[in-house]
T-cell receptor, first 113, second 113 residues
Framework: DAGITQSPRHKVTETGTPVTLRCHQT?????MYWYRQDPGHGLRLIHY???????DKGEVSDGYSVSRSKTEDFLLTLESATSSQTSVYFC????????????FGSGTRLTVV | RKEVEQDPGPFNVPEGATVAFNCTYS??????FFWYRQDCRKEPKLLMS???SGNEDGRFTAQLNRASQYISLLIRDSKLSDSATYLC??????????????FGKGTKLSVKP
């Protein structure tokens, strides 16, 4: 499997606290993505990156920010967590923009109480 | 029309059955098409790309109909291990770019003994 890891795997946090999720890859892929997956909605793109310090918004970016200071790391921050951000978060990587598809990390289950 | 639309199922079939999933997409300019498989509480994994001429991988056959903007996946001789959710995936075309991937909500398959 591709070298992509997410941390933490599970997290419970309180409403209003900031939370940072980490995605780390060892494949040297240019593109990295953060998705959230919720029942009835499928996978929805939050933010993505097309290079170091190059990021853009996806379809559900409100309340989230990202940073990519190194090729291998893509961080997702919930600035002030809300219950509506309880979800499973998946990071994905790809060599080209769509090319051969994406490889996903194992996911982070986040619960905001 | 939704960007990517799938029948959510569930499809409940006996072992050995042939089952077909369908998917429609809205943007006629899309160029990249995939089927992903997602097991319960796991990350999505690439099952196969879908090519214009149709393609086969063992028991799995994918077809693309550009005129109707329709993608299909056929599974022959279903196995218990095929039980999963199958995601139809299409690229979101943006001006000057192939864009990122859009995931359908998935079709759930349950193969029974």
């Amino acid at each position: 499997d591709a070298g992509i890891t997410q941390s933490p795997r599970h997290k419970v946090t309180e409403t209003g606290t900031p939370v940072t999720l980490r995605c780390h890859q060892t494949e040297n892929h240019r593109y990295m993505y953060w998705y959230r997956q919720d029942p009835g909605h499928g996978l929805r793109l939050i933010h993505y990156s097309y290079g170091v310090k190059d990021t853009d918004k996806g379809e559900v970016s409100d309340g989230y920010s990202v940073s990519r200071s190194k090729t291998e790391d893509f961080l997702l921050t919930l600035e002030s967590a809300t219950s509506s951000q309880t979800s499973v978060y998946f990071c994905a990587i790809s060599e080209s923009e769509t090319g051969a598809g994406y490889t996903f990390g194992s996911g982070t289950r986040l619960t905001v109480v | 029309r939704k960007e990517v639309e799938q029948d959510p199922g569930p499809f409940n079939v006996p072992e050995g059955a042939t089952v077909a999933f369908n998917c429609t997409y809205s943007n006629s300019a899309s160029q990249s098409f995939f089927w992903y498989r997602q097991d319960c509480r796991k990350e999505p994994k690439l099952l196969m790309s879908v090519y214009s001429s149709g393609n086969e991988d063992g028991r799995f056959t994918a077809q693309l109909n550009r005129a109707s903007q329709y993608i299909s996946l056929l599974i022959r001789d279903s196995k218990l291990s095929d039980s999963a959710t199958y995601l139809c995936v299409v690229n979101r075309v943006r001006r000057g770019s192939q864009g990122n991937l859009i995931f359908g909500k998935g079709t759930k398959l349950s193969v029974k003994p």
